[in-house]
């Protein structure tokens, strides 16, 4: 890994084993990008790789080079105005309404490691060692704003992190318009663009298509990261697939309003956007302020999506989640919200954790419900109390009982709402975002607290640490169950109110932080009405995330293949469920569900009483396997190898660090009569070991797994041995494959 700068030649070339990004200081001073992809050799000159020619209708800065032309030129960090038609990476505002910068190269360092970004998520790097920063500094002389790029190269893994700063350090307050994280201007346009998009219950599905010239968009308006669309992407060659080809990936590190673009102009490059949403965004910046951008991480692969997804994966999971919990195998949990929804007593819960406890469940959470005058979603929000009605000892009265169970205790919030009908919105009516003279408009009859206020989120800070601190709570579910509207901020003067959905979100991250620190051993689970801040944001503050509040395991086959796209198996919140299902209400298999929420931080959500015994003999089955296997499903690595959105089947895989375990998930939607043969290629495997298959006794080279591939056709001598005929929908196995 290295940072090269040729002073001859004003050129950049960062660079580990497997990727190169070179970029130059054009004639105008303006940074241009010249190529960023597989690592290629260096040299001090690449500026034939800017391909310079005269073209009509085009605007130049200097008479005497009609080659050179912003429009022509792949840019680091661009701006309209100038003869740039696409749009632009950013946008300062001066006093007098002019919204022209002309950045200019004003100098660089470079430095080990990579810096924290105040108050944002961010990765890091635990040594010096694992990773190089690039800070270069653009200088607009007439307003004196500064744009600081930032880029990591890390020593491990085929991506490069950016982010930048603006600093205003002229006289004049200036007004950001748009300052997005990451600008990418690509030679050609021969990509397809991925994206994850849904809705309520059904996060994360698979779009792909063709760029096609004109604008290829993404983003949110909601004040989150939102169930719609996800703050990633990737562009990927045509022939690019699974476990093949040429992909980028592209992620924003944020959870609020966001936008991911893909330009392609009239001379087919490709202009690759990531940031904050522009739309309606405008912070002011006085002199002598900074504004500093969420990060976007670029991930190069060259071994398809699978390859971009390890990358990730890896990357996010050590080097973005933080804390005790990050490294650690998850506890099991049982969740009571689809057992009792709003309708529980102390007494019923611990029924319910006994059960569960018996079967060798370790962690108890108490869902939405236990606070206020919570007796349904109309009242309570904001009034972090125990109900005496529910909880006759409080908080930590219940906690108790469950600790002397010998399970751990959870518990949910939702910090940043509130209703009408609570004693903090009586107190405090002032304290929501509220546009002065409308109509204030509800989501699930609440409200949003304006978490852009210091006070605000000093005061649910403080209520929430008391509970904390009050009682042995392990685990905090922190939900979020409304967009925003009538976003406007009492605290904030009018030229400031384009700042607050950036500054609500840096309020949660905030809180978030502050709890974190206080109580280091607490396992934070973010959730947003299931998936709606699934994001790399979210996973700086808390190891794992509710993917999506449909628990259905046919519709989770489809949603956490998509999440998995750019999330680790290690941040997937997944439960069995009860069958029929509450969202779709379909009947599965219970060993369907499970085999689906092995590859998760796996739980269940149901009443286990209401079991037969046969059924509890095979939940207490499926803990004692999960217990065995968990680290290797969490921290293995994952590899998609048959789609949900593709076929009938879906099968996906994790291989132990050695290579030594793997365990194939094959899933069947529909039953077929007189069905083809089946079997699928497998990936990661260490070709010279022989992997004996649980499901046959066989044992089987690494190659022949991997090339000849897995037989998945039904295995009528396994089904006899085992007594079990899966010959129904929504059918599922699991081959646990083992070397010596
Ligand atoms: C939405 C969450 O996603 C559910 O799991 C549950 O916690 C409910 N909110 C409770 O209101």
Not at 2 to 11: A, L, R
Not at 221 to 232: M, V, Y
Not at 277 to 282: A, E, K, T, V
Request: charged share 25%; hydrophobic share 35%.
């Amino acid at each position: 890994m290295g940072i090269i700068f040729h002073e001859k030649t004003g050129t950049f070339h960062l660079f580990n084993d497997e990727i190169s990004y070179v970029m130059t200081v054009l004639q105008n001073g303006h940074l241009g990008q010249l190529y960023y992809g597989q690592r290629i050799h260096d040299r001090e000159d690449f500026s034939h790789l800017q391909e310079k020619t005269f073209r009509a209708m085009t605007a130049c800065p200097f008479d005497e080079d009609g080659t050179f032309s912003l429009n022509l030129t792949r840019l680091e960090y661009p701006v309209y105005g100038s003869g740039d038609f696409r749009y632009p990476a950013v946008e300062v505002a001066q006093e007098n309404g002019s919204t022209l910068s002309d950045f200019v190269f004003a100098g660089y360092s470079v430095a080990p490691g990579k810096p924290r970004l105040p108050g944002l998520p961010a990765t890091y790097t635990q040594e010096e060692g694992e990773a190089e920063t690039l800070t270069v500094t653009l200088r607009d002389e007439l307003t004196g704003v500064e744009a600081v790029l930032l880029y990591t190269i890390f020593a491990r893994y085929p991506a490069i992190a950016r982010s930048v700063s603006i600093r205003n350090q002229g006289e004049s307050a200036v007004h950001l318009k748009r300052a997005m994280s990451l600008c990418l201007d690509l030679p050609d346009s021969g990509y397809h663009w991925l994206q994850l998009s849904g809705a309520w219950a059904r996060e994360r599905h698979i779009i792909r298509r063709a760029l096609t010239p004109g604008m290829t968009a993404i983003d949110s308006t909601r004040g989150a990261s939102s169930h719609e669309q996800n703050p990633f992407a990737a562009l990927l060659r045509a022939d690019a697939g699974e476990r093949q080809g040429e992909v980028i990936g592209v992620s924003l590190v944020y959870s609020g309003s966001f936008r991911l673009s893909a330009e392609v102009d009239a001379y087919d490059t490709t202009r690759l956007l990531a940031g904050i949403n522009p739309f309606g965004f405008d912070w002011k910046l006085e002199p002598g302020e900074r504004f500093q951008t969420p990060e976007a991480v670029l991930v190069y692969s060259d071994e398809g999506l699978n390859g971009m997804s390890q990358t990730f994966h890896r990357l996010y999971r050590s080097r973005l989640a933080r804390g005790y919990w990050r490294d650690r195998p998850r506890p099991i949990l049982i969740n009571n919200w689809e057992a009792t929804y709003f309708d529980f007593t102390e007494d019923r819960l611990i029924e319910i954790a006994s059960k569960a406890k018996e079967c060798g469940v370790e962690l108890f959470v108490l869902d939405d419900g236990w606070f206020g005058q919570r007796c349904s979603d109309h009242a309570g929000l904001g009034d972090w109390v125990a109900n005496p009605r529910r909880l006759a000892n409080g908080v930590s009265g219940l906690a108790e009982r469950v600790e002397a169970l010998g399970m751990r205790f959870g518990l949910w919030f939702e910090p940043e709402m509130v209703n009408e009908d609570s004693d903090l919105y009586r107190a405090h009516p002032d304290w929501i975002l509220r546009t002065p003279g409308r109509r204030s408009s509800v989501g699930r009859h609440q409200l949003v607290l304006d978490f852009s206020r210091r006070e605000v989120v000093d005061y649910i800070h403080d209520s929430m640490a008391a509970i904390l601190g009050g009682a042995k709570v392990s685990y905090v579910k922190w939900d979020m169950n409304r967009y925003i509207t009538e976003c406007y901020s009492a605290a904030l003067p009018a030229d400031r109110q384009g700042e607050v959905f950036h500054r609500y979100i840096l309020g949660v991250y905030s809180l978030y932080e502050r709890l974190r620190e206080e109580f280091p051993e607490v396992l934070f689970e973010s959730c947003a009405s299931g998936g709606a801040r699934f994001d790399p944001g979210m996973l700086y503050y808390a190891p794992q995330c509710w993917t999506s509040d449909d628990s259905d395991a046919v519709e989770r086959l489809k949603i956490q293949y998509g999440t998995s796209l750019c999330y680790p198996v290690s941040s997937m919140g997944a439960h069995v469920s009860v069958s029929p299902n509450h969202q779709v209400m379909r009947m599965t298999p219970l060993h369907t569900r499970a085999n689906v929420a092995y590859f998760g931080t796996f739980g269940y959500e149901l009443d286990l009483n209401r079991l037969s015994q046969e059924e509890l003999a095979q939940v207490r089955e499926q803990i004692a396997f999960m217990k065995q296997y968990r680290s290797l499903f969490q921290f293995g690595s994952f590899y998609r190898l048959k789609s949900p959105f593709e076929g009938n089947e879906t099968v996906w895989m994790v291989v132990s660090e050695d290579k030594k375990t793997a365990i194939v998930g094959w899933y069947r939607v529909l039953n077929q009569a007189n069905k083809s043969f089946g079997r699928v290629r497998l990936m990661g495997l260490d070709p010279a070991l022989e992997y004996v298959n649980s499901a046959t006794g066989r044992s089987h080279y690494g190659d022949e797994l991997m090339h000849c591939g897995l037989i998945t056709s039904d295995p009528l001598s396994a089904l006899i041995e085992t007594g079990r005929l899966e010959q129904g929908d929504f059918e599922s196995r699991l081959y646990i494959l083992k070397a010596e």
